[in-house]
Nanobody, 114 residues
């Protein structure tokens, strides 16, 4: 399987970004998919998960009401809409199959700074 995240960048506090994760080698429609992040010098942190049809989503408390996970199973792509970004959101973001950190592929850097 391959997972490639994209859409990161440098954004000011209060700004927004939309991350994408393109999957290949398997159909995301059969799996719960998740987003993790890893800040410099820290371990990985689970951020959010979406069940196979996208009808159920969960979030870690620090991002509730600011981040939205979604998916387009026809495009085999997972998304993370991030609004009201804070400096503490700065991290490399990865998508995973289910909540398996070992399945992550290339991440995307998100830097929130003025």
């Amino acid at each position: 399987l391959q997972l490639q995240a994209s859409g990161g960048g440098l954004v000011q506090p209060g700004g927004s970004l939309r991350l994408s994760c393109a999957a290949s080698g398997f159909n995301i429609s059969s799996y719960t998919m998740s987003w993790f992040r890893q800040a410099p010098g820290k371990g990985p942190e689970w951020v959010s998960s979406s069940n196979a049809d996208g009808g159920s989503t969960i979030y870690t408390d620090p991002v509730k009401d600011r981040f939205t996970i979604s998916r387009d199973n026809a495009k085999n792509t997972l998304y993370l809409q991030m609004n009201s970004l804070k400096s503490e959101d700065t991290a490399v973001y990865y998508c995973t199959r289910q909540s398996n950190w070992g399945s992550r592929g290339q991440g995307t850097q998100v830097t929130v700074s003025s």
